[in-house]
């Protein structure tokens, strides 16, 4: 089958499309005849392998899984021995290693069937992105119906899926984007659109009780001006800081909630069936 590989960090040059084996599921995998799969920035730091804090997992040197994309959307070809849910034909998404390729292995775990209502073009567009927002939302930043909740980055990836899911929560939500995207925005739910070419959220006079940053391009000095006594604030997918940048701001989310009520996080979202499934 062909596939994209990445045998070394850097640009987009280091990948090749190359023949290889025909991936096998695991007891607990299911082998997925991928139909479509995207693009999203944790391909961009796998691929840079950067922050350099991403080679401690990924290799030091060199990809130690050459394997590429993560996202996917596809038919079950064949299940493990072991797998109980999915059968082949069964039409899915999900995440797994290796999107990137004609055919694909993910655990049972992390996929789930596709709606009958979207294109697998479209499911293929949901799982880290989405993950991302709920889980920052809900599972760190505890968010209430009526909170008041500011997302910086609202026209990324996560940052749209993070709209929609706050406002399903009952949140009153207000956006930071660039200009071109304000109409966006506000389109998908904000009750409130920021354009930061015109405005600094950070210098405004309103304040939030979650702060869901997907940028990272205010200090935590300057994002606590806006927040409640008992705000939290959830940093996800700050694609420009560095490895001492990444310390500095784990030093000052250890240290700040010895003096202060407001909370500060930072996660990596984790693959999970449950996140995907639409209520019963």
């Not at 796998?46 to 922050?51: A, I, Y």
């Not at 200090?219 to 997918?237: D, F, K, T």
Request: proline share 5%; charged share 20%.
């Amino acid at each position: 089958m062909k596939a994209i590989v990445c045998r070394s960090y850097g640009s987009p040059d280091v990948l090749r499309c190359q023949e290889t084996e025909k991936p096998a599921p695991a007891d607990n995998e299911v082998l997925i005849r991928v139909r479509a799969a995207s693009v999203n920035p944790l391909d961009w730091h796998m691929m840079r392998g950067s922050p350099s804090i991403v080679r401690i997992v990924a290799g030091l040197r060199r990809p130690k899984d050459t394997r590429t994309g993560v996202d996917v959307a596809g038919q079950v070809e064949a299940v493990g021995g072991k797998v109980t849910r999915f059968k082949p034909g069964d039409e899915v998404f999900g995440s797994c290693r290796g999107a990137f390729a004609e055919y694909a292995c993910a655990p049972e775990s992390t996929v789930d069937m596709k709606p009958h209502n979207v294109t697998f073009e479209q499911a293929a567009s949901v799982p880290v992105a989405a993950f991302t927002a709920l889980q920052g939302l809900r599972d760190k930043g505890k968010i209430q119906p009526r909170h008041k909740v500011l997302i910086n980055g609202a026209a990324g990836g996560v940052g749209t899926f993070a709209v929609q899911i706050a406002k399903s929560f009952g949140a009153e939500v207000t956006g930071v984007c660039s200009t071109r995207n304000v109409d966006m925005v506000r389109s998908i739910g904000a009750d409130r659109v920021i354009d930061y070419t015109q405005e600094d959220f950070t210098e405004g006079a309103l304040r939030y009780d979650l702060l869901f940053d997907c940028i990272g391009n205010h200090s935590l000095s300057a994002c606590r001006r806006v927040m409640n006594p008992n705000a939290i604030h959830v940093a996800v997918g700050a694609s420009n800081v560095t490895s001492i940048g990444i310390v500095a701001g784990m030093i000052g989310k250890l240290v700040l909630p010895r003096f202060v009520n407001q909370k500060f996080a930072g996660f990596i979202a984790s693959f999970q069936q449950r996140g995907l499934s639409r209520p019963a």
